[in-house]
């Protein structure tokens, strides 16, 4: 059994996604940062004050709290702008003058992969539901 977890735990795809995860964590701080030091004071230059959360609406003596809504939407949509900007435009870029000089920018999985991956699909494919 021990021998089975150890196997499971070296296979690429679990370390590489453990790595993933240790530095999707660290960037965290950098793009939290970028959005609460920068965007925001940005914002509240724009359209004056950054926070949203004492708006309520009242309705038949019960209150809804829409100000949160807003806050969290405007905080969603300027991590997503600073990570397309930040991270995935740069790599594209990259991406796209390293295929025009002809270099490697993405392997496809090799034919034996996609065989096995269309047996697979096939066995599933014959299967009888219970």
Known sequence: ???????FMMRGNVVD????????????AIVQSVVKDVI??????????QDYTSLVWTLNGSEIHYGN???NLINFLCVGAA???LVVAPINHL???RKARGGIVHEEPEESEKELLAEIRDLLAQRTPM
């Open 17 to 28: 996604l453990a790595v993933a995860v240790v530095i999707g964590t660290a960037f965290s």
């Open 69 to 71: 809504l807003i806050t």
């Open 95 to 97: 991406n796209e003058r």
């Open 1 to 7: 059994m021990l021998s089975g977890f150890k196997k």
């Open 83 to 85: 990570v397309y900007f």
């Open 40 to 49: 925001m004071p940005l914002i509240t230059a724009i359209f004056g004050k």
